[in-house]
C-alpha cells in the first residue's frame, strides 16, 4: 500500500502493468492521430506507405495539404478571432467578478456565488441552445415592432463569441478569484498610507499581484475557446470556426490532412501549455 | 474610503455581473422556458399548454433514449471512478518527487487537446480499417476486418476516456492529504490490504469521489462529440435528441422541452449525490 510497505513481487508487477495500460489508453488515440499526418496514402489508416509531408504542404488535389486547404485556414482564422475576443472579454469581466466576490458584502451573495457557477452545470448543448432562442426572440421581436433586421442577432459569430464567453468567463473568475484571495491587504493600506489613490493602489499593486492569474486565466480562456464545440455548433453561421469544419470533414470521411490539423492544435495547446506553466513559476 | 464611494464601487462591479449572467444565461433559459410551454395550434399562433412535455412522455422513444442516456452516464461515472482509482493512489501515494509530477501531468495532456482530435483518434484505431482491426488481421487472429465502433461498448469507452481527467485530478489531491503514518499504522495493527482500504483510504478520499463523481457525471450527459461519433445514428444520446428537434427537424418547442427535461434529470441527480453526501455544489464544482 506504500512504498514502505513490503509487497509482494507479483502485486508489485501486475500494479505496474496496470498503470502502464493505463497510459497507453490515454496516450494512444494522440500518437495514432499525430503519426498518420505524415503517412503518404490518401486515408488515415494502415498500411503505412512511407513519410510525407504532403499534408502540410502539398497544393494539389487529391492531396490538397493543410497550408493550402481554403476551408481549414480560414476556421483557423476564425478560431483564432473568436478566441481572441473570448479570451478579453472573459479576463475583464472575471477579474471584475472576482473583486466583487472577494472585497464586497452584499445581500444575497451566497445566492449569487451559486448563479456564478451555474453555467459549468448546464451542459454546453443547452447554453448554445438557449441563447440561440434568446436572441431569435430578441430579432423576431425587433422585426415585428420596429421592423428593422437585426443580422447581428441572428446565428454567427457574435452569438458563438457570446456563447464560450458565457461560460469561460465562470472559469476566469474562479482563477482569478484563488490568486486574489491569498492577496496580503496591509499591502493596499500601507500605499494608502503613503497617499496614493484608489486607481493608483489597484494600477500599482493589486493588478501586479494579479497579473500571473490573470495570464492563467487567459491562457485557460483561449483553449477553451478554441477547442470549443457543443456551444458553438448551435451558434454558428456561415463563418465556421476550425472545430466546426473538422466536424463537417470527419463526418464525410477524410484525408489526413485532419490528422495534419490535429497536430497543428496538439501543437498549439502544447505551446499554450508551456507558456502557462511559465507564468506559474512566475509566481 | 468613504461608505457612498464603497457603494459606487459596489454597483460598478456588480452591473458586468448582473449583465453577463442576466442576458447570457438566467434571461435566455426563462425565454427557453416559455418556450417549451406553447404549443402551435395554427401558423402564427400559438396557446400556451404543457404538450410538448406531454409528447416526450407518450413517445417511448424520446423518454427511453433519455432514461438511456442518464443510466449509461452513471455507469460511465462509477467505471471512471473504478479504474482512476488505482492510478489516483498510485500517483499521490507510491511515487515521489519528479515522477509523481510527470506522471500527474501526463495525466492532464488529454485535457489540452480538443475533444474532437481525441475522438477522431479513437475513429482512426478503431473503425473497420482501422489500426486494431488492421493489426489484428496481420497477426492472423482474424480473417476479416472487424467494425468496433457504433456500439455501445466503445461509446463507454470513449466517455470514460474524456471523463479520466476530471476524476483524476480530486483523487489525486484528496490522496495527497492522506497522512502516510495513518495507512502504516493500520498495516502495523494487522489490517488486511482490503481493510485498509475500507477504513482508512476510501473513507478519508470521499470529498474527492464526491466532486469527481458528480463533475464527471453532468459532463458525460451533457457530452455531444463522443457519444455521436463513436456510436453514430444507433448511439441514442439525449443531446443527438435534442439537435435533431432543433437544427433537423425545426421543432423548437419540443427541443426546449427536452433541453428543460435533460436540466431537470442532470439536477435531481447531482442534488441526490450531494445531499447523500452532505457536500454543497460550491464545494464540489468550483474546485475542478
Given at each position: 500500500?506504500?512504498?514502505?510497505?513490503?509487497?509482494?513481487?507479483?502485486?508489485?508487477?501486475?500494479?505496474q502493468?496496470?498503470?502502464?495500460?493505463?497510459?497507453?489508453?490515454?496516450?494512444?488515440?494522440?500518437?495514432?492521430?499525430?503519426?498518420?499526418?505524415f503517412?503518404?496514402?490518401?486515408?488515415?489508416s494502415?498500411?503505412?506507405?512511407?513519410f510525407?509531408?504532403?499534408?502540410?504542404i502539398?497544393?494539389?488535389?487529391?492531396k490538397l495539404?493543410l497550408?493550402h486547404?481554403r476551408?481549414?485556414?480560414?476556421?483557423?482564422?476564425?478560431?483564432f478571432?473568436?478566441?481572441?475576443?473570448?479570451?478579453?472579454?472573459?479576463?475583464?469581466?472575471?477579474?471584475?467578478?472576482?473583486?466583487?466576490?472577494?472585497?464586497?458584502?452584499?445581500?444575497?451573495?451566497?445566492?449569487a456565488?451559486?448563479?456564478l457557477?451555474?453555467?459549468?452545470?448546464?451542459?454546453g448543448?443547452?447554453?448554445g441552445?438557449?441563447?440561440?432562442?434568446?436572441?431569435?426572440?430578441l430579432?423576431?421581436?425587433?422585426?415585428?415592432?420596429?421592423?428593422?433586421?437585426?443580422e447581428?442577432?441572428r446565428?454567427?459569430?457574435?452569438?458563438?463569441?457570446?456563447?464560450?464567453?458565457?461560460f469561460?468567463?465562470?472559469?476566469?473568475?474562479?482563477?482569478?478569484?484563488?490568486?486574489l484571495?491569498?492577496?496580503?491587504?496591509?499591502?493596499?493600506?500601507?500605499?494608502y498610507?503613503?497617499?496614493?489613490?484608489?486607481?493608483e493602489?489597484?494600477?500599482?499593486?493589486?493588478?501586479p499581484?494579479?497579473?500571473?492569474?490573470?495570464?492563467?486565466?487567459?491562457?485557460?480562456?483561449?483553449?477553451?475557446?478554441?477547442e470549443?464545440?457543443?456551444?458553438?455548433?448551435?451558434?454558428?453561421?456561415?463563418?465556421?470556426?476550425?472545430?466546426?469544419a473538422?466536424?463537417?470533414r470527419?463526418?464525410e470521411?477524410?484525408t489526413?490532412?485532419?490528422?495534419?490539423?490535429?497536430?497543428?492544435?496538439?501543437l498549439?495547446?502544447?505551446?499554450?501549455?508551456?507558456?502557462?506553466?511559465?507564468?506559474?513559476k512566475?509566481? | 474610503?468613504?461608505?457612498?464611494?464603497?457603494?459606487?464601487?459596489?454597483?460598478?462591479?456588480?452591473?458586468?455581473?448582473l449583465?453577463?449572467?442576466?442576458?447570457?444565461?438566467?434571461i435566455?433559459?426563462?425565454?427557453?422556458?416559455?418556450?417549451s410551454?406553447?404549443e402551435?395550434?395554427?401558423?402564427r399562433?400559438?396557446?400556451?399548454?404543457?404538450?410538448?412535455?406531454?409528447?416526450?412522455?407518450?413517445?417511448?422513444?424520446?423518454?427511453n433514449?433519455?432514461?438511456?442516456?442518464?443510466?449509461m452516464s452513471?455507469l460511465?461515472t462509477?467505471?471512471?471512478?473504478?479504474?482512476?482509482?488505482?492510478?489516483?493512489?498510485?500517483?499521490?501515494?507510491?511515487?515521489r518527487g519528479?515522477?509523481?509530477?510527470?506522471?500527474?501531468?501526463?495525466?492532464?495532456?488529454?485535457?489540452?487537446?480538443?475533444?474532437?482530435?481525441?475522438?477522431?483518434?479513437w475513429?482512426?484505431?478503431?473503425?473497420?480499417?482501422?489500426?486494431?482491426?488492421s493489426?489484428?488481421?496481420?497477426?492472423g487472429l482474424i480473417?476479416?476486418?472487424?467494425?468496433?465502433?457504433?456500439?455501445d461498448?466503445?461509446?463507454m469507452?470513449?466517455?470514460?476516456y474524456?471523463?479520466?481527467?476530471?476524476?483524476?485530478?480530486?483523487?489525486?489531491?484528496?490522496l495527497?492529504?492522506?497522512?502516510?503514518s495513518?495507512?502504516?499504522?493500520?498495516?502495523?495493527?494487522?489490517?488486511?490490504?482490503?481493510?485498509i482500504?475500507?477504513?482508512?483510504?476510501i473513507?478519508?478520499?470521499?470529498?474527492?469521489?464526491?466532486?469527481?463523481c458528480?463533475?464527471?457525471?453532468m459532463?458525460?450527459l451533457?457530452?455531444?462529440?463522443?457519444?455521436?461519433?463513436?456510436?453514430?445514428?444507433?448511439?441514442?444520446?439525449?443531446?443527438?435528441?435534442i439537435?435533431?428537434?432543433?437544427?433537423?427537424?425545426?421543432?423548437?418547442?419540443?427541443?426546449?422541452?427536452f433541453?428543460?427535461?435533460?436540466?431537470?434529470?442532470?439536477?435531481?441527480?447531482?442534488?441526490?449525490g450531494?445531499?447523500?453526501?452532505?457536500?454543497?455544489?460550491?464545494?464540489?464544482?468550483?474546485?475542478?
Amino acid at each position: 500500500m506504500l512504498p514502505t510497505i513490503p509487497r509482494s513481487n507479483r502485486y508489485n508487477w501486475s500494479y505496474q502493468l496496470y498503470i502502464f495500460l493505463f497510459f497507453v489508453y490515454l496516450i494512444a488515440p494522440l500518437v495514432v492521430v499525430a503519426s498518420f499526418a505524415f503517412n503518404d496514402s490518401l486515408f488515415p489508416s494502415l498500411p503505412w506507405k512511407g513519410f510525407t509531408w504532403d499534408w502540410f504542404i502539398n497544393d494539389t488535389q487529391p492531396k490538397l495539404g493543410l497550408f493550402h486547404d481554403r476551408s481549414l485556414m480560414n476556421g483557423i482564422g476564425v478560431s483564432f478571432f473568436v478566441a481572441c475576443c473570448v479570451t478579453g472579454l472573459s479576463i475583464a469581466i472575471g477579474t471584475s467578478n472576482a473583486f466583487l466576490f472577494e472585497r464586497y458584502e452584499f445581500r444575497f451573495k451566497q445566492f449569487a456565488y451559486i448563479l456564478l457557477l451555474l453555467p459549468l452545470v448546464i451542459p454546453g448543448v443547452i447554453l448554445g441552445i438557449s441563447i440561440l432562442v434568446f436572441s431569435n426572440t430578441l430579432a423576431n421581436g425587433v422585426e415585428d415592432h420596429i421592423g428593422w433586421d437585426l443580422e447581428f442577432l441572428r446565428p454567427g459569430l457574435l452569438l458563438v463569441v457570446l456563447g464560450q464567453f458565457a461560460f469561460i468567463t465562470t472559469i476566469a473568475t474562479l482563477v482569478i478569484s484563488a490568486r486574489l484571495k491569498k492577496f496580503d491587504r496591509s499591502l493596499e493600506e500601507a500605499a494608502y498610507n503613503l497617499g496614493a489613490s484608489r486607481f493608483e493602489v489597484l494600477r500599482t499593486i493589486t493588478l501586479p499581484y494579479l497579473r500571473p492569474a490573470m495570464l492563467g486565466a487567459g491562457v485557460v480562456a483561449f483553449l477553451m475557446s478554441f477547442e470549443n464545440f457543443n456551444t458553438t455548433l448551435m451558434l454558428v453561421g456561415s463563418d465556421a470556426p476550425l472545430t466546426i469544419a473538422m466536424y463537417d470533414r470527419l463526418k464525410e470521411g477524410s484525408t489526413p490532412v485532419l490528422n495534419a490539423v490535429s497536430l497543428f492544435l496538439m501543437l498549439g495547446s502544447a505551446l499554450l501549455a508551456l507558456i502557462s506553466i511559465l507564468v506559474q513559476k512566475e509566481k | 474610503m468613504n461608505s457612498s464611494q464603497t457603494r459606487l464601487t459596489l454597483i460598478l462591479l456588480l452591473s458586468p455581473f448582473l449583465l453577463w449572467l442576466g442576458l447570457l444565461v438566467i434571461i435566455p433559459h426563462i425565454d427557453m422556458f416559455f418556450l417549451s410551454i406553447r404549443e402551435k395550434v395554427a401558423p402564427r399562433t400559438y396557446e400556451t399548454s404543457l404538450a410538448n412535455y406531454a409528447e416526450f412522455f407518450t413517445e417511448p422513444f424520446y423518454w427511453n433514449t433519455l432514461a438511456r442516456t442518464a443510466f449509461m452516464s452513471i455507469l460511465a461515472t462509477v467505471l471512471t471512478l473504478i479504474i482512476a482509482f488505482p492510478v489516483a493512489y498510485y500517483i499521490a501515494k507510491m511515487l515521489r518527487g519528479k515522477t509523481k509530477s510527470i506522471l500527474f501531468l501526463l495525466c492532464l495532456l488529454p485535457f489540452w487537446v480538443s475533444e474532437l482530435v481525441r475522438t477522431f483518434g479513437w475513429m482512426i484505431l478503431l473503425r473497420e480499417t482501422g489500426v486494431i482491426s488492421s493489426s489484428l488481421q496481420w497477426l492472423g487472429l482474424i480473417d476479416g476486418p472487424i467494425e468496433f465502433l457504433y456500439n455501445d461498448v466503445t461509446v463507454m469507452m470513449g466517455l470514460i476516456y474524456t471523463s479520466m481527467l476530471f476524476m483524476v485530478v480530486p483523487l489525486v489531491s484528496t490522496l495527497d492529504s492522506l497522512d502516510d503514518s495513518l495507512i502504516e499504522a493500520g498495516y502495523d495493527l494487522g489490517g488486511s490490504k482490503l481493510s485498509i482500504l475500507k477504513e482508512i483510504v476510501i473513507p478519508h478520499s470521499m470529498p474527492g469521489i464526491i466532486s469527481g463523481c458528480i463533475v464527471v457525471f453532468m459532463l458525460t450527459l451533457g457530452n455531444y462529440l463522443t457519444p455521436i461519433l463513436l456510436g453514430g445514428k444507433s448511439s441514442m444520446w439525449f443531446t443527438g435528441q435534442i439537435y435533431t428537434q432543433f437544427i433537423t427537424r425545426f421543432n423548437w418547442e419540443l427541443g426546449a422541452a427536452f433541453c428543460f427535461l435533460l436540466l431537470i434529470v442532470s439536477s435531481t441527480i447531482v442534488w441526490l449525490g450531494l445531499k447523500l453526501s452532505g457536500q454543497t455544489l460550491a464545494s464540489t464544482v468550483a474546485k475542478s
